[in-house]
């Protein structure tokens, strides 16, 4: 069982930055993978992120904007959002899978079998 709690949502001005973190406890970090998706009202939940031992993935549209990283010796997984556009308001959820199995870099949320709880991003025009 791998235990995620996402942090750092908030409101922020169109153009601002917020620092997502996503602590994971249960699981050895170092096997695990870990991806950042988000859901906005009425929308499917979108792919952004993905992170493992040996690399990143990102879906095209979010690359420049978004910076997935982890920090091992907290087992903490960030997303760094810049230049934030009202579009991107969403419910910011961080997934976990063992990444022994799968794809290398899992894109769709089927792919994960432990989630968070959610953290809201809001902004404002």
């Known amino acids: 069982q791998v235990q995620l709690v996402e942090s750092g949502g908030g409101l922020v001005q169109a153009g601002g930055s917020l620092r997502l973190s996503c602590a994971a406890s249960g699981h050895p970090f170092s096997t695990i993978a870990v991806g950042w998706f988000r859901q906005a009202p009425g929308k499917e939940r979108e792919f952004i992120a993905t992170i493992r031992s040996g690399g990143t993935y990102y879906v095209d549209s979010m690359k420049g904007r978004f910076t997935i990283s982890k920090d091992n010796a907290k087992n903490t997984v960030y997303l760094q959002m810049n230049g934030l556009k009202p579009e991107d308001a969403a419910v910011y959820y961080c997934?976990?899978?063992?990444?022994?199995?799968?794809?290398?870099?899992?894109?769709?949320?089927?792919?994960?079998?432990?989630w968070g709880q959610g953290t809201q991003v809001t902004v404002s025009s």
């Open positions: 997934a976990a899978r063992d990444g022994h199995y799968g794809p290398l870099y899992g894109t769709r949320a089927t792919e994960y079998s432990y």
